[in-house]
């Protein structure tokens, strides 16, 4: 099925990211005629129905405040009640992290995606690029942004996890923190990188090295001094040879990722069932 007359708006996600030229382009064409206004009383269904003929035989129901849920085969999308917005992609709901997207997916489909979903290659991560948290039998990469709020937010779920060394990988999108580059060379910079990671992002404690590592950061000289040697350039460049676009993204052991700030429970399922894989396949 095609939705290529409806107005297209931004999907939604937990997280801090950054879209190409050609995909905000192509994505969301926010330009667009608005539609005729709507004066008939009939259902929303038939309003849709009337409107958008492609739209016969969905299935459709309130979604959240203003928006209908729209699923057709293996297509689901999210519409404003008055047909003026649509939502294509992964809708969160913020309050506990759950895809309204994915809640909706038939099952079948959902496996396909995440069967065909290309996978990270974690040999390519140097560990020694990464601030290290925790002790298990588990891992996760983290890429992220000190500045990013979702970042902050995904800080103390990744402290309640257990059995699990969790990698932080400094990932900062200047072109939505301007300062985020600063103060992540001043952390990897402190004599302990773990404190200074967590305290900046939990309770907003500036590195030590901060004030000198911004105060050389200026509109010529858009990378600032550093008082050591820091990997973030290198995070940076590979960071987009993978197609990590957004922060935070957790990557796994096989090489799959969630984006976003999503919860501890959600990572810890995700951890057990690659393990539980993992000593099947050793069996």
């Known amino acids: 099925m095609k939705y290529s007359h409806f107005l297209l708006a931004a999907s939604t996600a937990l997280a801090c990211w950054v879209a190409t030229a050609g995909e905000s382009a192509s994505a969301v064409d926010l330009f667009a005629p608005a539609p005729a206004p709507i004066t008939s009383p009939a259902s929303f269904d038939e309003q849709l129905l009337r409107r958008y003929p492609s739209s016969a035989g969905s299935t459709t129901a309130p979604a959240f405040q203003g928006f209908h849920s729209v699923v057709k085969g293996s297509e689901v999308i999210f519409i404003s009640d008055d047909l003026s917005i649509l939502i294509k992609g992964d809708v969160i709901q913020l309050k506990d992290g759950v895809s309204l997207t994915a809640s909706l997916t038939p099952a079948s489909t ?101 004030s000198s590592t911004l105060s050389s950061f200026s509109a010529t000289s858009p990378t600032p001094a550093s008082s050591c040697p820091t990997p973030i350039e290198r995070n940076l460049a590979l960071g987009q040879s993978m197609q990590i676009q957004g922060t935070p993204s957790i990557i796994f052991s096989d090489g799959s990722m969630i984006p976003g700030a999503v919860p501890a429970e959600r990572i810890a399922a995700t951890l057990n069932a690659l393990q539980a894989v993992k000593l099947g396949a050793s069996k």
């Open 110 to 210: 959902a496996t396909s995606i995440q069967a065909n979903k290309p996978l990270i290659d974690i040999s390519k991560l140097d560990l020694n690029d990464a601030i290290a948290f925790g002790q298990g039998s588990k891992a996760i990469y983290v890429f992220s942004d000190p500045d990013c709020p979702f970042c902050k937010q995904l800080e103390p779920e990744l402290s309640k996890l257990v059995d699990t060394k969790v990698y932080i990988f400094p990932f900062p999108l200047t072109s939505l923190h301007p300062n985020s580059k600063a103060v992540s060379q001043a952390i990897w910079c402190s004599p302990n990188r773990a404190k200074a990671w967590r305290e900046y992002l939990s309770k907003g404690v500036m590195p030590k090295h901060a």
